[in-house]
């Protein structure tokens, strides 16, 4: 029988949360000098690589603006290939409020799943859709992408680094942050992450998505903009002399873990046993962690990793509940 205390208490309030740092205002950026709005390239004029740094790839996403806002304040330029800082979802950013900051994510879709060709060159009308078809030419040129996310649930600091090797390696480079996540994406579209030569393991193209922390939190904004100093240290385009003045943070020590699979929801009634909010780590294989229905879901196997639960207001049949990762670095033992 069902019991009442199952049912997750809430750690805070889910949709309304305090914004703790500074939301920049973009309309200085409106004006870019690409042709297309909100995206900026700095091209040195000497070869190298073109990095990219994305902010607002869901509207709601703010922590990813002040930290693009900072470059910007700080004039990074290139010493050499190119550096393009750009705010993705536009539309969507433009409906966020304090009052209600989790309501902004998208307009018409999901921003993060429709990077596949066939979304891009189909039919398909959406905010999202074209603007995604107007940033694909720089997202098709960039050699480099590190694209600023955070989390509905306060959680540590996530990287999600994709499903192939270099994605591991370049994660380890940077140093930052602590957790790092391999995982393929999801069955309901492709992400901007995984798009062209991200996804292609022949290719020397790499591109990390960083989940900052919970969308309010002063260090989610903190954790976006070192990472992304880290991100610029690592892609070698800028001079040392950038850096005396704004250091790129010391790497941690850090855990890398492997989606195994997400948990579908099948009822309107799951409900995590716990008020889970991500990274935690169940030691003992068959643990019930949440009830779908009057069906118990258990952990499959020993120390795993609950990858980003979703918040009540995505608890929906089809939806994913929350993905399973195993530890594979450092081993166990
Ligand atoms: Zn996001």
């Known amino acids: 029988m ?21 939301v920049p205002d973009l309309a200085p950026y409106r004006r870019g000098n690409t042709g297309i709005d909100y995206v900026h390239t700095f091209d040195a004029g000497k070869p190298g690589l073109h990095v990219m740094i994305n902010a607002l790839t869901h509207g709601n996403e703010v922590c990813g603006a002040y930290a693009v806002d900072q470059l910007f ?37 999901d921003f993060n799943r ?3 060709a066939d979304k891009l060159d189909g039919p398909g009308m959406s905010v999202e859709l074209r603007r ?15 694209d600023l996310h955070s989390m509905h649930l306060p959680a540590p600091a996530e990287m999600i680094a994709g499903p192939h090797a270099k994605g591991r390696e370049l994660a380890r480079r940077l140093g930052i942050p602590t957790f790092v996540i391999s995982d393929s994406g999801f069955a309901t579209g492709s992400r901007m992450r995984d798009y062209g030569g991200f996804g ?38 800028l001079d040392a002399s950038f850096f005396a ?34 990274m935690e780590t169940i030691a003992k294989a068959g643990t019930v962690i949440a009830h779908d229905g009057d069906e118990p879901v258990a952990t ?4 795993c990793v609950l990858v980003m639960p979703a918040p009540r207001r995505y608890m929906k049949p089809g939806y994913t509940a929350v993905r399973l990762g195993r530890v594979v670095e450092p081993a166990a033992g």
């Open 73 to 109: 304040r700080w004039n990074v330029r290139p010493a050499r290939g190119k550096l393009t800082l750009s705010f993705a979802n536009v539309d969507a950013f433009a409906r966020f409020s304090l009052e209600r900051p989790a309501n902004s994510r998208w307009v018409d879709e």
């Open 245 to 278: 003045a704004h250091p790129a943070p010391a790497p941690v020590p850090q855990r890398f873990i492997q989606v195994t699979h997400p948990i579908l929801i099948k009822t309107d009634r799951f409900v995590f046993d716990a008020p889970y909010t991500g």
């Open 132 to 146: 995604a078809r107007e940033l694909r030419p720089v997202v098709a040129t960039a050699d480099l992408l590190l």
């Open 114 to 116: 429709v990077w596949s």
């Open 300 to 303: 499959p196997y020993e120390d």
């Open 200 to 237: 292609d393991p022949a290719s020397a193209k790499n591109a990390q998505l960083i989940e900052c922390g919970q969308h309010g939190e002063r260090s989610a904004a903190e954790v976006a903009l070192a990472t992304s100093l880290a991100f610029l240290r690592e892609s070698g385009i």
């Open 2 to 22: 069902r019991q009442s205390a199952r049912f997750r208490e809430p750690a805070m309030d889910e949709e309304r949360y305090p914004t703790e740092f500074p």
